[in-house]
């Protein structure tokens, strides 16, 4: 086992004590059904209002509102829990989509969407990407046109994580011009959404517990309410305030992954046998499992940093990008080569080192690609 050098200043005894909570309630209620929500590829809506009730879905998001109150550091740690136990993305998501409301939403629509969120009777997706559209998130097609009282939503989206399983669906739209100045975001209740349609739910090499669909919009109709602020045109802006915590939401279980595959590995080269010895006796096992142990510690050091800055108003969207890709690139690397040292079984699925690597790999793209981060860095030197 590593020796804990990982706390740091906001990790107080609060923030252990919920952490605690969180864990014991994966192990004992998440875990035992995993190996079935991946063969069947989602997780089932309902697990999570357990979690809601328990105070785990959106404990960052104010008391008024359905929340606990309390820091962002109690989410960034369910992320951290869930990610070392193969859980996948699906929360994330879910409390990105719930933070647009919260921070940007009118005080009816706070009041409408938060505490169901919160509880679990309301599982969030935010629908971004579209078939000819990733990045380039000035490019979005999908149009919403104001007709009477209400939008009329026309358009596709892709790689919606969440996207079979939420039923409610923060939607980002064109109301207005080309480029940023006419993207709004619109809130959808999808449940029985006359014109709503759930297409395909795409078969992905990593994250099989996470359900991941094609969407199409023919002529849905959404009430004016609906609006996020409820002023046309802010929806580029409002989906670049989120962008450190989000980079943060992916960063964080970067780290705790690292961890988690160093763990096992360290666990099975000293059971594991070749030549009459152990693997964790050959001086080029010690000497991979050093790199991997230094990298988790400087990730989780850096990453440790940037919490603290987002807990006190201070985190740059430059950190917050180095964060994502740097951390999640030393994920792929970190898992690669764990995986090397268990030999053929490490490329079995019933091993999680195999599972952990099939599910890195997506981290490097989704919530802003490598490259697209490296670019908004360098903009800035």
């Known amino acids: 086992m590593l020796p804990q050098l990982h706390r740091h200043a906001w990790m107080d005894e609060s923030v252990e004590a919920f952490r605690e909570q969180v864990r014991r309630y994966i192990a004992r209620e998440l875990s035992p059904h995993l190996d079935g929500w991946r063969r069947q590829g989602f997780i089932p809506r309902e697990v999570w209002r357990g979690f809601g009730a328990m105070g785990f879905l959106l404990p960052e ?23 070392r136990a193969e859980l996948p993305v699906n929360i994330g998501v879910h409390s990105i989509a719930s933070h647009y409301i919260a921070d940007y939403g009118t005080e009816a629509q706070k009041s ?3 505490p169901r969120l919160a509880s679990g009777e309301m599982l969030a997706g935010i629908a971004m990407t579209e078939p000819g559209c990733g990045s380039d998130l000035k490019a979005i097609r999908t149009r919403a ?21 939420c039923n ?49 919009f023919e002529g849905v109709g959404a009430p004016v309410d609906s609006l996020l602020g409820g002023e046309e045109g802010r929806g580029f802006a409002q989906l670049m305030g989120q962008l450190p915590y989000e980079r943060l939401l992916i960063a964080v279980p970067a780290v705790a992954v690292i961890e988690r595959a160093l763990e096992v590995t360290v666990e099975y080269t000293r059971q594991r046998k070749a030549f009459g010895r152990t693997l964790h006796d050959f001086q080029n096992t010690r000497f991979v499992l050093a790199e991997v142990a230094t990298i988790a510690h400087v990730a989780r050091t850096f990453v440790n940093d ?13 950190a917050a990008y180095m964060a994502k890709w740097w951390c999640t690139e030393q994920q792929c690397k970190a ?14 699925a019933e091993y999680p080192i195999a599972r952990l690597y099939a599910d890195a790999r997506v981290q490097k ?7 697209i981060m490296k670019d908004l860095i360098a903009r800035k030197l």
């Not at 940037?306 to 430059?318: H, P, S, T, W, Y």
């Open 61 to 83: 998001i104010d008391a008024d509102h359905g929340g606990g109150g309390a820091s962002p550091a109690y989410q960034l740690v369910v992320q951290d829990e869930m990610a």
């Open 112 to 114: 409408r969407w938060l």
């Open 145 to 165: 046109r104001r007709e009477g009282d209400r939008y009329v939503i026309d358009g596709a989206k892709t790689f919606i994580t969440n996207g079979r399983t």
């Open 168 to 216: 409610l669906l923060v939607v980002v739209a064109r109301t207005g011009e080309e480029g940023s100045r006419g993207i709004s975001l619109i809130v959808l209740e999808t449940g029985n959404l006359p014109g709503f349609r759930v297409g395909r739910v795409l078969e992905k090499i990593g994250q099989h517990a996470s359900d991941t669909a094609e969407l199409s």
């Open 306 to 318: 940037c919490v603290q800055r987002l807990i006190d108003g201070k985190l740059d969207d430059e």
């Open 335 to 348: 898992v690669d080569a764990c995986l090397q040292l268990f030999g053929g079984y490490g490329y079995m």
């Open 365 to 371: 793209i989704y919530g802003g690609a490598t490259e």
